[in-house]
């Protein structure tokens, strides 16, 4: 049983990438996803989710916009399409899922499922 976070790697600034969350032994439709990151020196900090059956969305400020989340329950698997990237995107993604009967949240406590991190380095 466990999450998947892939895509990430090294772009310019402006470019574009997809994260990949997929999810191993169990149902990822049964669940609310969020994307979080960590860079360097600094706490986690919630960028986006989205409801189990993909009808709610949320992102914060700092992301809107430039990124989008997606699922597709069928292959078990959430996105994070981002674009526009900054050097201040630059850190550690991790996706995780949560149980959430109408929404989504990006509350990091409590939340039974997290994927292992994939680096994105946005630098010329």
């Known amino acids: 049983v466990q999450l998947q976070a892939s895509g990430g790697g090294l772009v310019q600034p402006g470019g574009s990438l997809r994260l990949s969350c997929a999810a191993s032994?169990?149902?990822?439709?049964?669940?609310?996803v969020g994307w979080f990151r960590q860079a360097p020196g600094t706490e986690r900090e919630g960028l986006s989710c989205?409801?189990?059956?993909?009808?709610?969305?949320y992102y914060e400020p700092t992301v809107k916009g430039r990124f989008t989340i997606s699922r597709d329950n069928a292959k078990n698997t959430v996105y994070l399409e981002m674009k526009n990237l900054k050097p201040d995107d630059t850190a550690v993604y991790y996706c995780s899922a949560e149980i959430h009967h109408v929404g989504c949240t990006i509350v990091q406590n409590g939340r039974p499922y997290w994927g292992q991190g994939t680096l994105v380095t946005v630098s010329s």
């Open positions: 032994g169990f149902a990822l439709g049964d669940y609310a």
């Open positions: 989205i409801s189990d059956h993909g009808l709610v969305t």
